[in-house]
């Protein structure tokens, strides 16, 4: 069986699906399967991938669209690798890439999921790293930590990891729960690195293995959209929730102690009582709804409401006060932030045009300056002109 299983999700992306395919089937490391689904695509990316022959491949064409986390997971279905290894249709693996991130992961049995740095290129193919510095700091800036510390990053900060550039076991995969959730697209990755890091520790290498393709179309689903925004800040919302609900004790105790209201929390009741605590803290509104909805779930028990108000320095009117000085409506900030914005870009306008008539009026009088100075009656009066002006200077 195959060392590697790489997986390839397309959706109408015959643009970049060729550069692509062949960046996997040029590495350096021969002994991987390269599984490749295509989402129903309408474009012509059939056509493309027909044109490979490769006996590595094993090709899927979907009847229905369902999205990039349902694709991957049939592609998953069919793995047989000791290792996975993920590129979207759009992106470029240097060609040692396999090579480098095997030999790794062959090297640290410890490690769950091997990372890279990267290059962004642009539509074009051609390196983009000063145009696009923000997604290029945003996946080469991290620096490699401790379990505890990613955990808390991704809890906290959010992602900042390069999903094609990752290589998972796959017997960890499997211990985590095995394939992506379909509820937390466009950041389908991220939901995964919480899951893998809270059981194992993972790695970034530091070369650039990775050119990661940044460009705003509609296929693009990690693109700079309103919507694709407005996604990020609730999935990691549904994320901070999922990991709360789904820790043991032991693993809130080790990864979240600092932010406990009582350091000596060790019971089950005080232990959810500081999950409420975390939760209602955590940065973005959202988040601190996540809190109330847990506080919620705790005051209908009496013996909560008793730990809270014993062990946790609570009270009730100061918890109601909460609803009086948070915002959860985060669509609406949006909304809100998105009128000032309109009214500012009105602004510009309005002081645009007054420019424009300012250069007209200055083009007019030019106009007429000029229409002067050709006419023959300021030829004619010229040696005047001159004169006057001698004689001013000799006063």
Not at 45 to 52: A, C, L, M, Q
């Amino acid at each position: 069986m195959p060392k590697v299983s790489v997986l390839l999700s397309n959706y109408n992306g015959d643009k970049h699906l060729d550069e692509s395919i062949s960046s996997v089937l040029s590495q350096t490391y021969k002994d991987f399967e390269f599984i490749i689904v295509d989402d129903a695509s309408t474009d012509s990316s059939r056509k493309v991938i027909e044109n490979y022959h490769d006996k590595r491949i094993k090709k899927y064409y979907a009847e229905k669209n369902r999205n990039i986390a349902y694709s991957l997971n049939l592609a998953l279905s069919m793995a047989s690798g000791e290792y996975i290894a993920r590129i979207d249709s759009d992106d470029v693996w240097e060609l040692n890439k396999l090579e480098i991130q095997v030999q790794y992961m062959e090297n640290h049995s410890e490690c769950g999921a091997c990372f890279t740095k990267v290059n962004i290129i642009d539509e074009y193919s051609n390196i983009a790293n000063d145009m696009y510095d923000e997604y290029f700091q945003l996946f080469n800036s991290a620096e490699n930590k401790s379990q505890r510390e990613w955990l808390r990053f991704f809890f906290y900060q959010g992602n900042c990891l390069c999903h094609p550039s990752v290589v998972i076991r796959r017997n960890v995969l499997e211990h985590v729960g095995g394939y992506y959730h379909l509820a937390y697209v466009p950041a389908e990755d991220y939901e995964l690195w919480t899951r893998i890091v809270m059981k194992y520790p993972i790695h970034i290498l530091e070369e650039k293995l990775v050119r990661y393709r940044w460009e705003e179309t509609v296929n693009k689903i990690s693109g700079k959209t309103d919507g694709r925004i407005y996604a990020f800040p609730n999935i990691m919302m549904l994320t901070r929730k999922r990991i709360m609900e789904n820790i043991d004790n032991e693993d809130l105790v080790r990864y979240f102690k600092e932010d406990f209201i009582n350091p000596e929390s060790e019971s089950q009741e005080e232990l959810e009582c500081e999950k409420a605590h975390i939760l209602l803290r955590c940065s973005g509104d959202n988040a601190n709804f996540l809190g109330l909805e847990k506080y919620e779930e705790l005051l209908d028990n009496e013996k909560m409401l008793k730990v809270l108000e014993e062990k946790m320095e609570f009270s009730l009117s100061e918890y109601y006060k909460e609803y009086r000085t948070r915002n959860f409506d985060l669509l609406g900030e949006l909304e809100k932030a998105k009128g000032d914005i309109r009214h500012l870009k009105a602004d510009v306008e309005e002081k645009q045009k007054a420019i424009e008539n300012k250069q007209r009026e200055v083009e007019q009088l030019q106009f007429l300056v000029d229409e002067v100075m050709s006419s023959t009656s300021w030829k004619v009066t010229s040696p005047l002109r001159r004169v006057t002006r001698t004689l001013k200077r000799r006063k």
